[in-house]
């Protein structure tokens, strides 16, 4: 009867305890859940993210290929018109090889724009060339 005794006191001890561990487990679960949860709603926003930077990546890609068309298209009509790219290292004249200098100045041809002195590009008069309305232009040479 003792022993019946005891074990009616372990048992009774042990409810709480039960309830305890029940409440702890809920816990966990709950703990759980919204770990599974919030794992999800990330996992959704790095997808989100991910197709974002792959859209503007590819409106990067395809921004600096209109820029590179664009450049293209502004060398070819600035070569059409005749707008010259001066080249500061250029100190000799590219027809006959003379150092630039005071007194042998450096000009451009308006045809093929090379660096040339006064002697290589003289300024002519160029009909056939209607880009020029037949005004004295400076020609070198090679061009005329």
Do not use: W, Y
Request: proline share 6%.
């Amino acid at each position: 009867e003792e022993e019946a005794t005891s074990l009616k006191a372990q048992l009774q001890e042990a409810g709480p305890l039960r309830e305890q561990l029940a409440q702890v487990l809920a816990t966990v679960e709950d703990v759980r859940q919204n770990a599974e949860t919030e794992n999800s709603l990330t996992t959704g926003r790095l997808k989100e993210v991910e197709m974002q930077r792959d859209v503007l990546m590819e409106t990067v890609e395809r921004r600096n290929e209109e820029i590179v068309d664009l450049t293209n298209q502004l060398d070819d009509l600035q070569a059409e018109l005749g707008v010259l790219k001066q080249d500061p290292k250029e100190r000799k004249c590219q027809i006959c090889n003379m150092e630039f200098s005071l007194t042998r100045r450096r000009h451009h041809c308006r045809l093929c724009h090379r660096p040339a002195c006064d002697p290589c590009a003289p300024l002519r008069a160029q009909p056939q060339c209607p880009q020029f309305g037949g005004k004295p232009t400076r020609v070198c040479k090679s061009c005329s």
